[in-house]
């Protein structure tokens, strides 16, 4: 009989053992698979987010420019059959980009263009190129697949939103208007504003002009 109740007593231990590791085990994969989750939460996090830390070493444009498309998309999903291209952001009195204009921004225009690109494009929007050639240029100091020669460009496939906007020249940076238009109904299905400043490219000039006039900023040190 005590023969039989050591047995019992050892058997039910034994299920107790491996109950409990069971459950330890059962913890440790719950706690594993909660930290993998974090991690890759933390990682997609940092791959959304602008390195703000980095800021004054990309100049500061980046960050403007990154600030401004979160607007600007803040309310538009991409959609896989939906196909977009970035035009250039032009100067809002004229539309057309002005070689003479020597205003501190005046390439502003051109690199909002492509950071539009670089901006919808991490966003999951589908964009076209419609610069592309259709082969490759080659001259003698470079080779390139870009290029404005109308009889180069290749056919230009479907476009569903185009993405463009004009820019405000101010005495101390621009103003950016963004939008997002519909091609077949014209609509406006998203706009953004942001002010971007005039030292992005350069630090702030002495000198700088105004109607076609130089005016000094800052006396002589």
């Not at 185009?162 to 077949?184: F, H, M, P």
Request: negative net charge.
């Amino acid at each position: 009989m005590k023969s039989m109740t050591k047995h019992s007593t050892h058997a039910l231990l034994s299920e107790n053992s491996r109950r409990i590791m069971k459950t330890l085990a059962y913890t440790m994969l719950t706690v594993g698979l909660l930290a993998g989750c974090s991690s890759s939460d933390e990682a997609q996090s940092q791959s959304t987010q602008f390195d703000v830390d980095n800021v004054a070493a990309l100049g500061n444009v980046e960050y403007h420019t990154y600030m401004l498309a979160n607007e600007l998309f803040a309310g538009v999903r991409p959609a896989r059959q939906s196909r977009y291209a970035v035009a250039g952001f032009v100067p809002v009195d004229t539309l057309r980009y002005d070689a003479e204009h020597q205003h501190p921004l005046m390439l502003l225009g051109h690199q909002l263009e492509q950071g539009m690109i670089t901006e919808a494009t991490k966003r999951g929007f589908s964009t076209r190129e419609f610069k592309l050639s259709n082969n490759i240029i080659v001259d003698d100091e470079s080779d390139r697949v870009l290029t404005r020669n109308l009889e180069q460009l290749s056919d230009v496939e479907r476009v569903d939103f185009y993405i463009t906007g004009t820019l405000l020249y101010q005495e101390a940076g621009a103003i950016v208007n963004a939008r997002v238009i519909d091609s077949r109904t014209k609509d406006v299905v998203a706009a953004a504003t942001r002010f971007f400043p005039a030292e992005l490219f350069w630090q702030e000039e002495r000198v700088t002009t105004r109607n076609g006039k130089l005016y000094r900023t800052e006396g002589m040190r």
